[in-house]
Structures are given as C-alpha cells and as structure tokens.
Nanobody, 125 residues
Framework: QVQLVESGGGLVQAGASLRLSCAAS????????LGWFRQAPGKEREFVAT????????YYADSVKGRFTISREWAKNLAYLQMDSLKPEDTAVYSCAVRTDYSGTLNSPQSYNYWGQGTQVTVSS
C-alpha cells in the first residue's frame, strides 16, 4: 500500500500563488505516476496534472497549463503542485493520488488506486 498526505492549501486572492505538497510513504517503489486532482462543490473530480515518478515526464489539463507546475523529489518521496496566477475557478479540494499499474488513462481518477485526504484551496476574487 501507499499512503499519501497533502499539505499547503489555504485562502488566497486571485493572482496569487500556492504550493501544495504530497508526502508518500509505504510501498513507494511501486509508484508509476503521481497525479493531482481537484473537486469543486457540486462538480465531478477533475484531472489537474500527473508526473511519471521515475522520469518526471509530466502532463497537464488544458485549464492549468502554463500556470501550474507539477514536480517531485524522488529520493524524498515528495511531490509538489506549484500553482501560479490562481483564479477563483481554481477553488476546490485538491488531492494527490498514485497509480501503481499501467492500465487506464493518465487523466482518469479511476486509474489511480491510492489517494490522499485532500487539501482545500480557496481563491477569492
């Protein structure tokens, strides 16, 4: 199993930046991709970004491309989501998740089998 703990959420004004962290523990050698997802009230969970744990190749949702950056410190089992130029529509609970196999698409929540508890990000206008 892999355990994930997010931190770094908060309340900021539009245009500000935040950095979320995700600490992984347990069977981290099994991590294939680590992704960030978000869910706003009344909406479905949405893909934000994902990173190949070994190669650091990353992919982004169009809505955050150019504003958000996903990264990881492989040796420390840490991942980050740097969020710049935040907008009110970025308000959501952000969760990190990992997939340990090769099935499914990278942007589908169903492809990820371990999840953190989530951290709230609120962007005021």
């Amino acid at each position: 199993q892999v355990q994930l703990v997010e931190s770094g959420g908060g309340l900021v004004q539009a245009g500000a930046s935040l950095r979320l962290s995700c600490a992984a523990s347990g069977r981290t050698s099994a991590i294939y991709f680590l992704g960030w997802f978000r869910q706003a009230p009344g909406k479905e969970r949405e893909f934000v970004a994902t990173i190949n744990w070994k190669t650091a190749i990353s992919y982004y949702a169009d809505s955050v491309k150019g504003r958000f950056t996903i990264s990881r410190e492989w040796a420390k089992n840490l991942a980050y989501l740097q969020m710049d130029s935040l907008k009110p529509e970025d308000t959501a609970v952000y969760s990190c998740a990992v997939r340990t196999d090769y099935s499914g698409t990278l942007n589908s929540p169903q492809s990820y089998n371990y999840w953190g508890q989530g951290t709230q990000v609120t962007v005021s206008s």
